[in-house]
Structure formats: C-alpha cells, structure tokens
C-alpha cells in the first residue's frame, strides 16, 4: 500500500512540475519578438487643448494620415525603416511628413526641404532601445513640409523637431505584429498617447503612430527581383512578376525607397502601379487597385490633379442628397470607394472611368462630399467628416469606360497656388469620393491582397460622421523579462523530482 502512495505521489510531483514548466515557457516566450515585420500605419497628430479654468482639459486629434504609411521593425538589430506620407490638419492643408534619424536636426538640407527628399535609406533607418517588457522607446527627427508663409507666425516654415516616442508591441493569435503608442511623458501620463513636441510646430503636439496589422517577413522573394514577398504583398504588387504594371520598368526601379514608394506626380498612387507615361500625369490614376482586386483609370479632363488617390472600404453612415436613393441593399459594393483630393480647381469636372473588364452591370456611381463635424469630449475626439452622397449620372464611351461631371466644390485652402501651378507642397484643394456600385454577383474572383489599414484609434480621413475616440493608453502587464535563465533552472529542478521518484520506485516494484 505504501508504494501504491508513493507511485501516485511521484505521478503527482511529474505533472505538477511539467505544468509549471509549461507555463514558465509560454510567460517567458511572449515578450520575445525577434526578425523583420514590415506593414502599415496610421499618425494621429494629437493635442490636449485646455478648459475654462485654463488647465488641460481634452485631447483632439489635429489630424490624422490620409494615406497609410509603410514601416519595417528589424527587431534583431533594434531599427526602423520608416516612410513617410501626409496628413490632415486644422489649417486646411495636406502636408508631408518624414521621420528622420536624430542626426537629420543638424542637416541643413533636411531643415530646408519643401517635400522629402531621401537620398539613401539610411536616413531613415532610425534604431529603437528594448526596454524589455514589451515595450520600445525612439528618439528620432519628426518633420513636416508645411509653409504656412506666414511671417507673423513664429513658428518657422518647414519645421522639424527632436521628438521621443514609446511604443508596445504584441502579436497577435494569427502571428501578425500589433504596434501602439503608449502615453509617456516626463511628469507622468497626461491621458494621450504619445509624448509632447513642444516648440516646434503650429500646436504642441504628440505624434500617435499605430498599426493594426504587420506580417512577418520570412525574406522569401518568388520572383527573385530584390523586393520580398511580404513587401510586395502589403504593397498589393505581383509576386509571381518582376513587373507589375507591365511597362519598361521593373518593379524595383520604379518602386525607390520601399517605404516611401516613388511617386512621381503626386498623384497618391506610385509609379510601380502606373504604367508608362500615366506615372508622369497628376490627372490620369492609372491601374488603380479597387477592393474587389479589379483594376480601373481614372482620368480628369478639365485640367484638375489628383492627389492622395486611394480606395478604400464604403462607410457605414452616409446621408444621402436630396432627389438620390440609397442603392439597393442586393447591390455588389465590393468595389468600396475611391478617395481622392482634387487641387488646381477648375469646376465641374469631365471625368472618364475605365475599367479592366466590360462596364457592370447596373453599375450606378455617387460622389461624396463632406462637412466637418466635433464629435463630444473624449480621450481624443477626432474632427469627424459628415458625408453626403449625390448619384451620378454617367455616359457610356465604348464597352469598358463610362464619363460623367464631378461637382467639385470651391475649397478655401490657406495657401491658394498660382495660376498654373501645381502644388505639391500643401496639397490644397478639396477630398471628395466615389463610390461604385453594380449587380454583378461573382465579377472578380481573386481579390487583391488585403492591406493592413489601422482601425482605432486612428481613422483615416475622411472618416464616418459617427464620433471616434482613440483608445486609453494601455496598461502595461508584461513580466519586465525577457531573460530564459529562470526556466533553464526550473528544467533542472523537474528532471530532479523525475529522478527522486523513479529511485523511490526502484526500492519497491510494484506488479499492478
């Protein structure tokens, strides 16, 4: 009967240290992110503005990316490969902004540029410190091209600052890296995340740098041309092609620096999507990708550019104009919605849509236009866009292309451009929106890529009329180690209560 107890003991001390083995394994494993991800973010400038009393009382977002931008986290040699893009602000323009490696603040060149100009990546390869518990500080040079040619404004034109950020980093069940910024200050958490700019632009801002979804690149490249396959996937290019758009140039010479992708006429849609001349013209987006995977031009006749050109998921709340009907709810909306900003303003403008396949079936076209909206007091209240929608009324030129008037409404920019001039500085003008909608059933079976796009707190503009408010700052619950040692010691301990309980056993045998 003894040995019976004994036997059962033994079994016991087993499973109980192989559970603590187990456990001590998955806690010491979770913070431990090693190789290469490379995905998209979103920036939301935000402020934290004061009440009555004169204290601070709420954080606004100031503005937010109006396109996503690309970054790449080495986590084996602590660095960062971080593109640039633009974003909205308060003032009305669309400024571009770069972060830069800390040693750009004594570069006259970067002080003064009007648009980034990144001559080699290592400008921007901007390394980061593991704090070990998860979390990742960056000291870097945050710069915008803004000329407000203001010259009572004190702050200078073109501005660029030293700024720190501290960010966290998880993985998700799926294996795909999720980046927040956390709130870190030097007097404490204000309830905003990210860390203040004093000084250097218009507002006291803090830089809100998320990104939902970045895949882990294994360095796999299928076609073998320099660009790997996660790059190309997240940049929605052919990995079985060296040249995606078909043109004279391979995917690598027209594509530049990976995360800040060549694009020539600024038109929002790079020079490794457009074939040809059309990477040269602000007026024609050629091969734009929609949601649905299927590919389609658009083409502006009266003399108007096209800038920020992107497509993007169809809102959920939208108001329909007077005299337009909501479309069916049977209706193919797969196609999303095409974003773009229109500058250069000339009126209504004639428009020609061309698609890669035959017209749709039923195909019915409606613009947005938006009005600015505050949501109420938040963490961070975004200044939200209420959209409105009018039915186009559309001519058919041949089997594949339609043409129909853009009704674009006069923008009050604070920087008017001269006549004939292009502004690629500011980028003012006005977003407006199409969206595209039919009854085909099974049109496209092989949808593009996904892209990762930041859900909140960040929203891209313009965004639903509802109001969005940027999460809280996230609690940090890691170990603060990421040391293996203790589970190395806890390893030995088992394989000795093995060995003691396997002696015990030996005294005794037992025939069951």
């Known amino acids: 009967m003894m040995q019976l107890t004994n036997l059962f003991k033994a079994k016991k001390a087993i499973l109980l240290l192989s559970a603590l083995s187990f456990l001590s394994s998955s806690l010491y494993a979770s913070n431990d992110i090693t190789g290469s991800y490379f995905g998209t973010y979103q920036l939301s400038m935000n402020v934290l503005f004061p009440g009555d009393d004169g204290m601070p009382d709420r954080g606004v977002q100031l503005g937010a990316t109006v396109q996503n931008g690309y970054w790449q986290w080495d986590f084996d040699n602590n660095l960062i490969i971080w593109g640039g893009s633009r974003h909205s602000t308060m003032l009305g323009p669309y400024?571009?902004?770069?972060?830069?490696?800390?040693?750009?603040?004594?570069?006259?060149?970067?002080?003064?540029?009007?648009?980034?100009?990144?001559?080699?990546?290592?400008?921007?390869?901007?390394?980061?410190?593991?704090?070990?518990?998860?979390?990742?500080?960056v000291d870097y040079a945050h710069k915008i091209h803004l000329v407000l040619g203001d010259p009572t404004n004190p702050i200078a034109d073109k501005p660029i600052g030293a700024a720190n950020i501290t960010f966290q980093a998880t993985k998700s069940e799926m294996g795909e890296l999720v980046i927040k910024t956390l709130d870190r200050e030097i007097n404490g958490?204000?309830?905003?995340?990210?860390?203040?700019?004093?000084?250097?632009?218009?507002?006291?801002?803090?830089p809100q740098f998320d990104s939902v979804k970045m895949l882990f690149d294994d360095q796999q490249d299928s076609n073998n041309d320099g660009i790997t396959d996660a790059i190309a996937t997240t940049l929605m290019l052919d990995i079985n092609s060296t040249n995606s758009d078909a043109d004279n140039f391979s995917d690598l010479e027209e594509l530049g620096i990976f995360v800040r992708p060549t694009d020539s006429d600024n038109d929002g849609l790079a020079d490794v999507y457009e074939p040809g001349d059309s990477a040269l013209q602000a007026n024609i987006v050629s091969q734009l990708p929609l949601l649905s995977g299927e590919k389609v031009e658009l083409k502006i006749?009266?003399?108007?550019?096209?800038?920020?050109?992107?497509?993007?998921?169809?809102?959920?709340?939208?108001?329909?104009?007077?005299?337009?009907?909501?479309?069916?709810?049977?209706?193919?909306?797969?196609?999303?919605?095409?974003?773009?900003?229109?500058?250069?303003?000339?009126g209504d403008s004639s428009t020609t849509l061309r698609f890669a396949q035959p017209i749709p079936k039923d195909l019915q076209l409606f613009q947005f236009s938006y009005t600015e909206t505050e949501g109420e007091p938040a963490v961070v209240t975004i200044i939200a866009m209420a959209i409105e929608a009018t039915e186009l009324q559309w001519t058919q030129v041949n089997e594949s292309e339609v043409s129909f008037n853009l009704d674009i409404r006069q923008p009050n920019p604070t920087r008017i451009p001269a006549e004939g001039e292009f502004d690629t500085t500011n980028n003012s003008g006005t977003i407006t929106g199409l969206m595209l909608v039919h009854s085909e059933k099974n049109r496209l079976s092989k949808p593009v890529a996904e892209v990762p796009v930041a859900e909140i707190p960040v929203v891209e503009v313009p965004v639903t009329p509802e109001v969005?408010?940027?999460?809280?700052?996230?609690?940090?619950?890691?170990?603060?180690?990421?040391?293996?040692?203790?589970?190395?010691?806890?390893?030995?301990?088992?394989?000795?209560?093995?060995?003691?309980?396997?002696?015990?056993?030996?005294?005794?045998?037992?025939?069951l």
């Open 301 to 346: 006749n009266t003399g108007e550019h096209f800038s920020f050109t992107h497509a993007q998921p169809i809102p959920e709340k939208i108001t329909f104009a007077e005299g337009t009907a909501a479309p069916a709810s049977t209706l193919n909306k797969s196609m999303g919605f095409i974003s773009f900003n229109m500058t250069n303003f000339q």
């Open 468 to 511: 969005i408010m940027v999460n809280s700052p996230v609690v940090d619950t890691s170990t603060g180690s990421k040391s293996g040692g203790s589970m190395n010691w806890l390893f030995i301990i088992c394989l000795g209560f093995v060995a003691l309980g396997r002696k015990k056993l030996t005294k005794g045998k037992v025939s």
């Open 189 to 206: 958490p204000d309830g905003i995340p990210g860390t203040i700019i004093l000084g250097v632009f218009p507002m006291p801002v803090q």
């Open 95 to 137: 400024p571009s902004f770069q972060p830069y490696t800390s040693a750009m603040l004594n570069n006259q060149q970067k002080t003064d540029e009007i648009y980034a100009q990144i001559e080699d990546v290592s400008e921007i390869s901007i390394p980061f410190i593991d704090n070990g518990d998860g979390t990742y500080s």
